[in-house]
């Protein structure tokens, strides 16, 4: 029977004889590998979606910020500036939550995943500050920056819609490491 083996940091499992010299998910050196007994299940090891206020939080920036360029586009195709407006409050939004859900995935780090010093997580760090730095910028932009300021608020927020994305893409390796059961 092959051996299976689950990375403590992040929850991933690698089948084989041995441990990967790293984590193909979150770089964790081999060391940090442990065995799992025949009778543990996937199941009960997975330590994803236990705590659920992070998976929760981090919906407003994923979910909103798209939805902010979505209105900004009808806004310049259908002339409706309503919705350029809403778009602001949602990035407001965003602002606010952003901070909320950074807290929420800190505890998650020094809970679930014991505090595990791998780039995963300080990259997930330094993109939820630059994310809420960005909104922090844009916000007063828009209000006081005048028209020939507004590129620099068009700039905060293609760069808060990345920083989301690649939040959302290292969030899911976290919280679905683990293989596809044949
Ligand atoms: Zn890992």
New binding site residues.
Partial sequence: MTKQWQ?T??G?IHEGDAPPVN?P??G?DRSLFVLLEAEQTVAETAPALQLHLHPILVHFPNGLMPVVWLFLFMDWGFNRSALAEGAFWMVGVVTLAAPLALASGIYDWKTRFGGEK?PIFYRKIALASVLIILGSLALPIHLYGGAGMQVFYYLCLTGMLGCVGLLGFYGGKLAF?RPSRQ
């Fill in positions: 990375c940091v992040c991933y984590c998910v979150c964790a791998a490491s």
